[in-house]
């Protein structure tokens, strides 16, 4: 991961950026959807061919939906259906099988051999969506049929936002992707928001995300306070490792001179669940309810309806972020908790002091970040129940010896994520960014993170990437 790191950094990107300023306007789409094949088969060659299957079968539909739908409207919405039967089949086969056949294998009398599959396909659960998006944007008239598989294909596959999204609705770049125009201004900005997504990624998500693994290896030790530190860290972790991603993949979006919509929007500080849901992960949450939600009824048909739809969502919510029945336990925590906000909380919460507010969204978070991490692979349910057991031990050893240790030495990190997720920096550069002042700063701070994030890759090998296999 470090090597790729590097390699995508210092040969992969320049070299990409070099031949598509330098290829003829009309080419570059061309260009970028073979560039996008070679970074999608750098790490797992073999599965090009799906991603190649699902922009042939999506453009096909694509076209019939849009020849057939007003000759032919139930013509047009079999296509429709095609498209999600074969997209949700290989994503349900290359995901979920697993989990399936082990449930199946549960009762009496039953073994089915399970296949032994490679890894994952990287980003198969991003790009399937985008792709879904095309067949029922055009169906719903929302979006024009792209003709050109060319430019299809390279929708489907774009590489900075493939494998960690944010989710790109075909509706939202389709005009973009025949008459974008790339300039100096977007370029510049381009690399100051791929910076700030490196210096989240690699300067604070890898150092939480140690800081994490170690109190994890200390275990019971670790004492109440130990343990509350540690699930922090880790909240910290999966906070800048996503959302720098996301960062990374707008600021490559403009300097190709593409514009994606902003995934992430400060979610810790969020005084209700509901709110923190309109601030993380913005793209699949706008997915999901336009997709899921609102075609299921939404809050249309009653409340005892729009509480069947809620639960519903938020099971796919959670099924959508791994095959393993701790990530459908947090989604359905996530949808109970919105159920109880709705019913009981909202009154309550919109009376209290801001502080209270903050304090109970952010406990309830945590709370949901446990259930998250521990997933088979990570020790499952009876590694929950321990973690959660250590949390709450109030009456045992407040802090370790060798947890203290950590937290001391790691402290300095921890209140560095903690203002970094608050918007203080975006207010602060606001205040100056009209000075002559500002584009000098901006180019030492691109040059610091690049640095720093480049020394620290060199140095170690702790690179982790939470989303890479969602």
Not at 120 to 136: A, D, E, N, R, V
Not at 180 to 187: A, G, I, N, S
Not at 200 to 224: F, H, P, R
Not at 352 to 375: D, K, N, R, S, T
């Amino acid at each position: 991961m470090v090597f790729s790191s590097l390699i995508f950094l210092f040969m992969y990107l320049p070299i990409v950026l070099l031949a598509y300023y330098a290829c003829p306007r009309k080419w570059r789409n061309l260009l970028l959807f073979v560039v996008n094949l070679v970074f999608y088969g750098w790490g797992e060659p073999i599965y090009v061919s799906l991603m190649v299957i699902s922009t042939v079968v999506d453009y096909t539909c694509g076209w019939f939906i849009n020849k057939y739908r007003e000759s032919a409207p139930k013509k047009a919405k079999g296509f429709l259906i095609a498209s999600m039967v074969i997209n949700l089949s290989m994503l349900g086969f290359f995901k979920y099988s697993g989990m399936v056949l082990k449930t199946i294998n549960l009762l009496p009398f039953v073994d089915i051999p399970i296949p032994k599959l490679p890894d994952l396909p990287i980003g198969i659960s991003f790009y399937t969506f985008q792709t879904m998006s095309y067949s029922i944007d055009v169906y719903r008239r929302e979006a024009p049929v792209q003709k050109n598989i060319i430019t299809f294909g390279t929708y489907v596959s774009l590489f900075p936002q493939l494998i960690a999204g944010p989710i790109v609705r075909y509706k939202d770049v389709a005009y973009q992707l025949d008459h974008r125009r790339e300039t100096l201004d977007d370029f510049t900005g381009g690399v100051c928001i791929f910076c700030v997504g490196l210096a989240k990624k690699v300067l604070i998500a890898n150092q939480m995300g140690a800081l994490w693994e170690s109190m994890l290896s200390t275990g019971q030790d670790n004492g109440w306070l130990g343990s509350w530190v540690g699930i922090i860290a880790y909240s910290f972790q999966i906070y800048f490792d996503f959302s720098g991603y996301s960062d990374m993949a707008c600021g490559l979006g403009n300097m190709l001179g593409f514009e994606f919509l902003k995934n992430f929007n400060y979610p810790y500080i969020s005084k209700s669940i509901t709110e923190f849901w309109r601030r993380w992960h913005i793209s699949l949450g706008t997915w999901f309810r336009e997709y899921v939600y609102i075609p299921l009824g939404g809050n249309r048909k009653g409340f005892p309806r729009q509480i069947l739809n809620l639960l519903i969502v938020w099971f796919l919510t959670g099924l959508w972020h791994g095959a393993s029945y701790n990530f459908i336990l947090w989604g359905l925590y996530f949808g109970l908790l919105l159920v109880i906000e709705k019913l009981v909380l909202k009154k309550w919460l919109d009376k209290a002091p801001a502080a209270i507010q903050h304090i109970y969204a952010l406990f309830f978070v945590v709370i949901g970040w446990v259930i998250f991490y521990f997933a088979e692979d990570m020790g499952g349910m009876p590694a929950m129940g321990a973690f959660f057991a250590s949390m709450f031990n109030f009456g045992g050893v407040v802090v370790g010896n060798d947890a203290l240790t950590l937290i001391m030495s790691y402290l300095p990190m921890l209140l560095i994520a903690a203002l970094a997720s608050t918007p203080l920096g975006v207010k602060l550069y606001s205040k100056v960014r009209t000075a002559p002042v500002t584009p000098v700063l901006q180019s030492i701070y691109c040059a610091v993170v690049m640095a720093a994030s480049t020394a620290l890759l060199v140095a170690g090998s702790y690179n982790p990437f939470i989303y890479f296999r969602f």
